[in-house]
């Protein structure tokens, strides 16, 4: 298995292995950081397989980026492959983590993939608004990954599913003190960085 920071090279690979109707899209990722990827493959769940928890939280990424954003591997996709291409990249990420048995995390991937696509249907034209409360809960949820799940991330998903206004920074407060405590701090404050995600802009009190 690959490093965790050779985790977008390998999904590429993966992909053009697979040789499907996905393979003639797939790219290079170049100077692309699978900063999700890294933070998940260095929390102690992951302990015994980080090149395989950056890589499947990677792939169920680029799947993320197919559906609402822009993807760093499979590129130039039309629109009814794009949501095809995503599709496959979630249940990709959710088959490797069944086959490592963590069942938490199959969970918590499964929540952020409904849960980011109810953000970005409430936020209907306002697709930046929809994107910037998806990234808390990416980070939110990629941190529970790596460490494990806590009352207040629990509580906080709750909040979410009720369309509660707050609940986004619920979430990133939440995954602050977990990774605080599991001594993830750089990796997740990286991570913000790497997807553009900035507390005090994205998330207003």
Known sequence: MSSPEDALTALAA?????ESVISPQVSDPGEAE???GLLAGAGPSAADAPGEYALLVE??????LLHYGEPRVVVGADAD???LAGDYLYALGLERLAALGDLEAIRELSDLIS???QLHDASGDEATAGGRAANALWLASVTVVASGSTPDHEQGKAALREGRPGAPLALWQAALR????AGLRDRLER???AIGFEQHQDLPA
Do not use: K
């Open 34 to 36: 699978p900063a999700l």
């Open 59 to 64: 792939s169920v990424r680029e799947g993320y």
């Open 191 to 193: 991570a913000a960085e």
């Open 81 to 83: 492959l794009a949501l």
């Open 14 to 18: 993966q992909l053009r292995a697979d």
């Open 178 to 181: 977990t990774a605080e405590q």
């Open 115 to 117: 849960l980011s696509a």
